[in-house]
């Protein structure tokens, strides 16, 4: 039993410092919820063009990577970008 609890304790440690897991249609609550998961703070805006709004992660450290960025349409993610 105590082995199990350590494992459990050890993946969600593992989950809760690695990349942000994103995918195609979540909504901006919901990326900000696994920003904050993950410790890398909030989502700031980075440009606006018409309906796409692009944001990146405020805060660097293990796991959160500044340099991604996610553009939102009608508050969905439709694209996911990673600078050069």
């Known amino acids: ?5 350590c494992v459990v304790v050890l993946l ?5 410092s690695g990349t942000i897991p994103s995918r195609m249609g979540m909504t901006f609550n919901e990326l900000y919820g696994q920003v904050a998961r993950t410790n890398c703070g909030w989502l700031e805006m980075v440009s606006a ?3 796409i709004l692009v944001y990146r992660v405020a805060l660097s450290g293990p796991g ?5 960025f996610f ?11 990673q600078e050069q």
């Open 1 to 5: 039993m105590r082995l199990l609890l």
């Open 12 to 16: 969600s440690a593992c989950a809760t």
């Open 49 to 51: 063009k018409g309906d």
């Open 64 to 68: 959160c990577n500044r340099k991604i």
């Open 71 to 81: 553009s939102f349409q009608d508050d969905q993610l439709v694209k996911t970008e």
